[in-house]
């Protein structure tokens, strides 16, 4: 069993940065690949970045790729998502998610957080 807890999230206005984070409980925290995702307001929830149980591999959506960055840091059991060059249609819960897999995958996930809120105003 893991548990997540997202944090991080707010307003900014667009051009701006973020940086959400994802806490999870657990010894075994190195054993799940992690990813991002995101539901707007009337939409599904999508995919935005993964990162391999290890850190070296990641995955991102196309309207993320070279704006977001994911990391993790396995000696704190955190992962994270840095967001730069923040567009209104960023705007969205963010969710980290947990996959009992070594590669990182937009696929299903076994493990959710609550979510974060973040706004980008125009």
């Known amino acids: 069993q893991v548990q997540l807890a997202e944090s991080g999230g707010g307003l900014v206005q667009a051009g701006g940065s973020l940086r959400l984070s994802c806490a999870a409980s657990g010894r075994t925290f190195s054993s799940y690949a992690m990813g991002w995702f995101r539901q707007a307001p009337g939409k599904e929830r999508e995919f935005v970045a993964a990162?391999?149980?290890?850190?070296?591999?990641?995955r991102y959506a196309d309207s993320v790729k070279g704006r977001f960055l994911i990391s993790r840091d396995n000696a704190k059991n955190t992962v994270y998502l840095y967001m730069n060059s923040l567009k209104p249609e960023d705007t969205a819960v963010y969710y980290c998610?947990?996959?009992?897999?070594?590669?990182?995958?937009?696929?299903?996930?076994?493990?959710w957080g609550q979510g974060t809120q973040v706004t980008v105003s125009p």
């Open positions: 990162v391999s149980r290890g850190g070296s591999t990641t």
């Open positions: 998610a947990a996959r009992a897999s070594a590669l990182p995958t937009a696929g299903s996930y076994d493990y």
